[in-house]
């Protein structure tokens, strides 16, 4: 079929795509065959749109201090968004009013796309076009602050990504310096991302009022599409995690406080070996990262590493840290071309590997996607999303001798790795508590937010790090997770893949090739079936009540005893 968008347009104002969609609303259906074409016609300019906004973003984040970049990106968001959301609404009506709706919602792919169209509806206001234009302002602001954040070191200007590194040095004084000088940055921006946040914070309670809902959590619950979960179901999970997990990160750290031979570990001494072996270095650059993943994902299965080749020839990585790039890592799908784009901070050390192969993992699940037949098949929830990038960290563990020949070191990264999963849980707990209660108690003030804060800390921490002469390091610690500003409630997801993660490599464990058969079979399914149904097919459960976080933790404990006993 020929595509409804004309390939090269390029869109500098509203009317250059506003176009598009009032063809297709003012468009007559008469047959069920011409509702299909439409349905093809809306997903086009859906994908098209949606990559505009990519690029516009991808740019902005690979360079902070292009004013080009950003007056695009800001464009977007401040003068074409505003006039496409109301007619995206009257295109959602349209399908959702059709005729011929209702023959397609016996077919469960159609059923999940009309639901989330319904929803769209249900939460549409067109007072809320100007809020949310607002909101991504202030998102980007946030990034702008975050991309400048730099240090001096030993006269040489390094991003706080690169900063990190030091705190993986044997010198106890050069990592304490490092800490020092870290938290120092971090601290010259505390009031201006708390003016941010009360900004947020506010806007997004009255998007939720304008749109019928008593907060903004329960707001985000429906525009998110969590209709297998609910929030009181998100709060035993924040139990589970405390019951479950915390003890066994509070093990982990008495390891290290007594490999290390001190009373209490400081801030600065919990990224150092604890037997004080130098940092480990698995690659030189972002050129070298990429050639060993590719190589690491091949020999799991071939299809794994022609992505990342594919995406290696026509230059869709951007992996090395630099001054002026923002923070973080993701991969961004291109929907009209049907490849990502994957961004990162690569600074030479471990967390790059699992970064790289997490996004990796990303990327694959858009490349088995590719064949869906409309964009909305595509656009899978985050906890399913989550479940392919993090099952790859931890399938591809099996391959990490590409990345560390001598067997002292692999042992080492393979701890590393597991230590991971075991306190990422504990945080994922406490940035999700944090998320209810800011919007259960919008109009808080920062006194009571922090005071919140700090005893969220204590809930999921072990006590074992010692912050008493540095508790101001603990009062803004929220401030460096970016979901927090840019992708509110996107959180809960990463705890509810990791223990999927944890399930499919325990399956890889036990039969490789049928494990991978069913990471590939899940991914290929986009959004077509229900989350416990995609579950399913990956071979796990979709569920993460407390006997099943035991269970699965007791699996990661077991084998973390293993490793570290080598």
Known sequence: MEEFIPNGLVVQKPEDISVFYQELLERELNSAEEFQVFLKHVSDLESFVSEDMAWRYIRMTCDTKSKDHEEAYLKFVQEIQPVLAPLEDKLNNKIVGSEFTASLESDAAYFIYLRGLKSAVKLFREENVAIQSELATLAQEYSGIQGKMSIDWKGEEITLQKASNILMKTDSEERKEAWSKIQERRNQDVE?????????????????LNAGFNNYRDYMFESLGRYDYSAQDCKEFHEAIEKEVV???????????????????????????????????????????????????????????????????????????????????????????????????????????????????????????????????KDTPSEVAELASMSMELMSMAEWDVYFEGKEELQRAKVEQLEGVISTLPWIATIDAFQHWIYENPTHSREERKVYWKSLLKRFGTGEVDYSEHEDALDYSWQRQLHLFEVPFYYIEYGIAQLGAVGVWKNFLENKSKAIEGYKSFMGLGYTKSIPDIFKSAGIQFDFSTNYVAELMQFVGEHYQIETSK
């Open 192 to 208: 201006k991302l708390d003016d941010i946040f009360d900004q947020m914070i506010s806007k997004r309670h009255q998007l939720a």
């Open 247 to 377: 003890p066994l990160l509070k093990n982990v750290h008495q390891r290290r406080k007594a490999l290390m031979g001190v009373d209490s570990l400081k801030p600065w001494d919990t990224q150092v070996d604890p037997l004080n072996r130098a940092p480990l270095s698995p690659f030189k650059g972002g050129a070298e990262l990429l050639d060993k993943g590719i190589k690491v994902l091949e020999k799991l299965d071939p299809f794994f590493g022609e992505c990342l080749l594919t995406m290696k020839s026509k230059g869709l990585l951007d992996l090395d840290s630099r001054v002026g790039k923002a923070p973080g890592g993701y991969n961004y799908p291109l929907a009209k071309t049907n490849m990502p784009f994957i961004f990162m901070n690569a600074t030479e050390n471990l967390r790059d590997v699992e970064t790289l192969l997490h996004e990796a993992g990303h990327a694959i699940h858009s490349f088995k996607m590719a064949p869906l037949e409309l964009n909305g098949f």
